[in-house]
């Protein structure tokens, strides 16, 4: 299942979150509930156990519903969810400490470590933006933020996803048309902090960042253009964003 905002369970889980915020985690535990019987395939599952686990009152529950989500992780397996497996194996590690199984501990805070690495993500890769650009031109970091006034940002962003570049085209600054390109990074590469476990566990976006240039190797055409209110409500939420951009 490739991530979208506007799949019904993934928008049950974004009330949920926004719940938490107003501190109403009553109103947002019911929220992430729903969203798991309303689950339909195991990306879903995943996504709303880890929800639902952080509103758990005792902590043999709340180690019930991690290791329920990263079952289901598991299952998946692929670059969706290979970036949460730290993290929910730390947090699972963290629960058997505090129920005194040192053995279980011990065993998945070393998960946590084996798992933390580079990503795995083979692509293929885009970039969107409204530049007008070449097979063989080179996207490199040092422009301007389209996303905070007066910032150089230290890296070139992409995505796997090709609605995740085209989202970032249609939010892009400038004139011009909306442009999704192919791209290959011409040296390492990492996951998006920015995104990373952020709000979602893992990395559902596929989303990363380099220091090195990007080469355009093709072009996408045929990709669909998010709806004018999409396209109103993420700019209404970029408007209203007072956290820090990780550069």
Same mark, same amino acid.
């Given at each position: /299942?490739?991530?979208?905002?506007?799949?019904?369970?993934?928008?049950?889980?974004?009330?949920?979150?926004? /719940?938490?915020?107003?501190?109403?985690?009553?109103?947002? @535990?019911?929220?992430?509930?729903?969203?798991?019987?309303?689950?339909?395939?195991?990306?879903?599952?995943?996504?709303?156990?880890?929800?639902?686990?952080?509103? =758990?009152?005792?902590?043999?529950?709340?180690?019930?519903?991690?290791?329920?989500?990263?079952?289901?992780?598991?299952?998946?397996?692929?670059?969706?969810?290979?970036?949460?497996?730290?993290?929910? !194996?730390?947090?699972?590690?963290?629960?058997?400490?505090?129920?005194?199984?040192?053995?279980?501990?011990?065993?998945?805070?070393?998960?946590?470590?084996?798992?933390?690495?580079?990503?795995?993500?083979?692509?293929?890769? !885009?970039?969107?933006?409204?530049?007008?650009? =070449?097979?063989?031109?080179?996207?490199?970091?040092?422009?301007?933020?389209?996303?905070?006034?007066?910032?150089? /940002?230290?890296?070139?962003?992409?995505?796997?996803?090709?609605?995740?570049?085209?989202?970032?085209?249609?939010?892009?600054?400038?004139?011009?048309?909306?442009?999704?390109?192919?791209?290959?990074?011409?040296?390492?590469?990492?996951?998006?902090?920015?995104?990373?476990?952020?709000?979602?566990?893992?990395?559902?976006?596929? @989303?990363?960042?380099? =220091?090195?240039?990007?080469?355009?190797?093709?072009?996408?055409?045929?990709?669909?253009?998010?709806?004018?209110?999409?396209? =109103?409500?993420?700019?209404?939420?970029?408007?209203?964003?007072?956290?820090?951009?990780?550069?």
């Amino acid at each position: /299942m490739e991530f979208s905002p506007f799949n019904n369970v993934v928008k049950r889980c974004l009330q949920g979150m926004d /719940m938490e915020e107003k501190g109403k985690p009553e109103e947002a @535990s019911r929220l992430f509930l729903q969203g798991w019987n309303e689950a339909t395939n195991d990306f879903e599952k995943f996504l709303t156990a880890y929800y639902v686990a952080r509103h =758990q009152k005792t902590v043999s529950d709340k180690l019930k519903w991690l290791e329920t989500a990263l079952e289901y992780a598991l299952k998946i397996n692929d670059d969706t969810v290979k970036s949460a497996f730290p993290s929910l !194996y730390l947090n699972i590690a963290k629960c058997y400490e505090d129920l005194c199984d040192t053995e279980k501990s011990k065993e998945n805070a070393e998960l946590a470590i084996l798992f933390k690495d580079n990503p795995s993500d083979k692509g293929p890769f !885009y970039h969107g933006t409204k530049a007008d650009l =070449q097979v063989g031109d080179l996207l490199t970091a040092g422009g301007n933020s389209n996303y905070k006034s007066g910032l150089k /940002m230290n890296h070139i962003y992409f995505t796997a996803l090709v609605r995740g570049a085209g989202l970032a085209a249609a939010l892009a600054k400038g004139d011009g048309p909306e442009r999704v390109y192919i791209v290959e990074p011409t040296g390492n590469y990492e996951n998006d902090p920015n995104v990373t476990d952020k709000k979602f566990p893992g990395n559902p976006t596929r @989303s990363y960042r380099s =220091q090195a240039p990007l080469k355009i190797v093709g072009e996408v055409t045929d990709w669909v253009r998010p709806a004018p209110e999409e396209l =109103q409500k993420f700019r209404e939420k970029l408007a209203n964003n007072k956290g820090e951009i990780i550069n």
